[in-house]
């Protein structure tokens, strides 16, 4: 068994915890996106309170992450806002610190754990910094794709093809068709709002959906920024008639695991980022 269909929980209404990666990065607190129950990779947002600091080291992990707000520190590697990273499992990393805090965004592919050995690593999959901002948007990247919208691609597994990337797109822009996809999609909505089949989604709105589910269409009045992740190989894309067309303000009608019904619900009040 995999990790179960969500889609889609607000972080809001999920709570700060303690625990999780205690033994990785003791004193910081978490919210649990999703995970899976067994390999132990899981999806989290992680806050980093100022003045943390922990040795670094090499996990057995994958680890993954896109800092949302303020900044964290790896050896001599300053992340800001929008700084992204791919470190393969196996690779050491100098000390973590984030002097005035961080809220970030780490995915890890297995259980978060240091390594007992000496182990190496694939330099291919090490993406060591990469600025979002500075990342340049592409376009054009499915012919039938609505047009409107951009790519910002951060990482590509050489080996599997999963895929990063961050996709804008224009206000008052929508779609008529439903999308069907081969592989896992994961995203988290940074900015904007997204009317969709499931309800409108609000920056925070998280969701991991197993592949050949279809979903959609979307629509955003305001424009949109996603973090987007694929796995379990290259991503490709099915276009189908809707089941139902699209309309704007749709009711919130989620699909959750029964450890996540507490959470259900849309948050209309988006002061609260986290």
């Known amino acids: 068994m995999g990790r179960p ?30 995970r899976d129950p067994q390999s132990g990779g899981c999806s989290l947002l992680v806050r980093y309170p100022a003045g943390f600091s922990s040795s670094g ?5 994958d680890d993954e992450f896109l800092v949302l707000d303020g900044a964290l520190e790896i050896g001599d590697q300053r992340y800001a806002e929008l700084g992204y990273a791919h470190l393969p499992a196996g690779f050491a990393t100098g000390t973590w610190a984030a002097p005035d805090g961080a809220i970030v965004l780490e995915f890890f592919s297995a259980e978060p ?21 500075q990342v340049p948007y592409t376009g054009n990247f499915h012919p039938e794709f609505p047009p409107g919208a951009g790519r910002k691609l951060l990482y590509q597994d050489p ?6 990337w961050l996709l804008g797109t224009l206000p008052i822009r929508w779609a008529e068709r439903s999308e069907i996809h081969p592989v896992v999609e994961e ?9 969709g089949d499931r309800g409108i989604m609000r920056p925070g709105a998280y969701f991991w959906r197993p592949p050949f589910v279809p979903h959609g269409p979307y629509g955003t009045q305001t424009g949109n920024l996603y973090f ?20 704007w303000r749709p009711d919130y009608d989620a699909v959750l695991p029964a450890e996540y019904e507490f959470a259900r619900g849309e948050v209309a009040d988006v002061a609260a980022r986290w």
């Open 187 to 195: 995203m988290y909505l940074l900015a904007g709002e997204v009317h």
């Open 159 to 164: 080996l599997t093809e999963d895929t990063t």
């Open 5 to 34: 269909w969500i889609e889609f929980v607000q972080s809001q209404r999920l709570p700060w915890e303690r625990g999780l990666l205690d033994a990785l990065r003791p004193g910081i607190e978490t919210k649990l996106l999703s």
């Open 228 to 247: 987007f992740r694929t796995r379990g190989g290259g991503l490709s894309t099915t276009y189908v008639d809707a089941a139902r067309p699209f309309r």
């Open 57 to 61: 080291g090499a996990l057995r992990a």
């Open 113 to 133: 754990a240091h390594c007992v050995d000496s182990p190496c690593f694939d330099q291919r999959r090490l993406v060591l910094h990469r600025d979002a901002f």
